[in-house]
């Protein structure tokens, strides 16, 4: 199954010179890093969807927590924090 899961914007750095943004995105307190490529304007404190790796959109907090519950209640979200890895 793909879906992509919310997350919290820590901190972003950029790589390649500065051509390469990437941000350390906490699901529920695991951090993983994430491509903000196809969000260039997301910041640090943004909630976003991430897919293998690559956040693809902004969402809002209240809608994230209701997203990451749901997946946390269906067990998935191990499974799918694992995959979240670039």
Known sequence: ???AIPGKIQSIE???NGTVRMAKV???GIVKEASLEMLPTADVGDY???HV??????VD???AAKSFEYLKDIGEIDELIEH???
């Not at 790796?53 to 902004?58: D, E, P, T």
């Open 1 to 3: 199954m793909c879906l």
């Open 14 to 16: 950029t790589i390649h």
């Open 26 to 28: 906490s699901f529920g």
């Open 48 to 50: 976003v969807l991430v």
């Open 53 to 58: 790796g690559v956040a693809i959109s902004k």
């Open 61 to 63: 907090e209240a809608e």
């Open 84 to 86: 979240t890895q670039v």
